[in-house]
Structure formats: structure tokens, C-alpha cells
């Protein structure tokens, strides 16, 4: 990885292989959030997947694809069985040695390390909406709460109605 000619002269000779380790730590990071993005929509809209023709890419990308320029990450990836988890997995430790190297700072580190987070939130949102055909557990619970209430709600009325 090669550092940009507009800033390799306001780099310190020293700091030179810090930065481009920087440069490549961030492509890296950006493949993964790719690729986690592309395994989500895989995952939410299933394997076989093909977007509205309007929205579509030729060819449309699968999510190891996006990590094609990192051949030891789609053998970690594949080998964790769960690429999604993989993948958050992997930014994360990106964001620390982002930090490691003093590029991003804590405050900052924290709050992207927060974002991702709160994305594998969301995504587990997404898939509880997919997944559940039908609140059928829930019905029972609803049912016993509607023969309660019928049969309490006359008792709990007839003071004020009055009855005689």
C-alpha cells in the first residue's frame, strides 16, 4: 500500500510504514463492512436472491466477494460458519488496531465500535421479523388475559351499573 505523493512529504520518515500499515488496516476494514453488508442481505433475503431489476448490478456481488482481495480472510470467514458474526468480528478488531496505532482515538474508536454494534442489533431485528411465521406463542398468553378479563369485567362494572 502505497501513501498518497500529497502526503508523503508531511510524514515523518519514521512514521512512513505506520501509515501505510494504517492505509491497508482501512481497506481491509472497508472490504468487511462490504462484505458483512452482502451476507446480511443474503441472509435476510435468502441464497437465491436477485434485487429488483431496477436496483440490479451485473453481476450481483455475494459477500465473499467483497473480500477478494484478502484470500486469509475468506478462509477465516468460511471457517467461522457464521459470516456475519465473522465479519463484525473482524471490524471490531480492525477499529483496535486502528487505535493501536494512535490513528483513531478512543472516544472515536468507541463510538464506531458502538455503530457496529448497534448494526448487528439491527440486523437481529430484521431477522426476528423474517423468522416468526406467527405469533403463535403469544396467542395463548392473549387468550387467557381475554377469558380473564371477560369474566372479571361483569363483576368489576355491577357497582356501577347497580343491579337489582
Not at 502505497?2 to 501505510?20: F, R, Y
Not at 441472509?43 to 450481483?60: C, S
Not at 483513531?104 to 458502538?114: L, P
Request: charged share 25%; aromatic share 8%.
Amino acid at each position: 500500500t502505497n501513501v498518497p505523493k500529497e502526503l508523503e512529504d508531511d510524514i515523518e520518515p519514521e512514521k512512513v510504514e505506520a501509515v501505510k500499515e494504517a492505509i491497508q488496516i482501512r481497506q481491509r476494514c472497508l472490504a468487511i463492512l462490504e462484505a458483512y453488508l452482502l451476507f446480511v442481505e443474503e441472509k435476510i433475503h435468502g441464497p437465491g436472491f436477485e434485487p429488483h431489476p431496477a436496483d440490479r448490478i451485473e453481476p450481483w456481488p455475494r459477500g465473499e466477494a467483497a473480500l477478494e482481495d484478502w484470500p486469509d480472510d475468506v478462509v477465516a470467514c468460511r471457517a467461522q460458519g457464521e459470516p456475519i458474526v465473522w465479519c463484525s468480528t473482524a471490524t471490531l478488531r480492525c477499529i483496535s488496531q486502528l487505535q493501536d496505532l494512535d490513528i483513531i482515538d478512543g472516544d472515536n474508536g468507541s463510538m464506531i465500535s458502538s455503530s457496529v454494534m448497534a448494526l448487528e442489533q439491527i440486523f437481529i431485528e430484521c431477522m426476528v421479523v423474517r423468522v416468526q411465521d406467527s405469533p403463535g406463542p403469544f396467542l395463548v398468553h392473549y387468550r387467557t388475559i381475554l377469558i380473564t378479563f371477560c369474566f372479571t369485567f361483569p363483576f368489576a362494572i355491577i357497582s356501577q351499573v347497580g343491579y337489582r
